[in-house]
Nanobody, 131 residues
């Protein structure tokens, strides 16, 4: 199982970036894919999540209305479209996969931001928002 995150970079405030998380060794239908971020000196926090079973999506309050998570099953890839970026969005962004057991599936709406729910992690991609 591998997750490959890409798409980070330097962008001005108000700009946009699209991150990609390419999965191999498993199919998206069986997993929830989450995006997390970690700024220097901060805890890693959940940003967004998409369920493989029904496509439900979840967002942290800090990114609602600005970020959109989506998936392309044919490419086995999950995307995070980030618009109206702010300096406080600067962080290393990680994608992670959580196998959808029944218990996780029914409580994903509350469990998705918890790092210990995820079985596999990709390497990070740096996002820097600065003028």
């Amino acid at each position: 199982v591998q997750l490959q995150a890409s798409g980070g970079g330097l962008v001005q405030p108000g700009g946009s970036l699209r991150l990609s998380c390419a999965a191999s060794g498993f199919t998206l239908d069986d997993y929830a894919i989450g995006w997390f971020r970690q700024a220097p000196g901060e805890e890693r926090e959940g940003v967004s999540c998409i369920s493989g079973s029904d496509g439900s999506t979840y967002y942290a309050d800090s990114v609602k209305g600005r970020f959109t998570i989506s998936r392309d099953n044919a490419k086995n890839t999950v995307y995070l479209q980030m618009n109206m970026l702010k300096p406080e969005d600067t962080a290393v962004y990680y994608c992670a996969a959580a196998r959808l057991s029944y218990s996780l599936q029914v409580r994903l709406w509350v469990l998705w931001p918890l790092r210990d729910q995820y079985d596999y992690w990709g390497q990070g991609t740096q996002v820097t928002v600065s003028s």
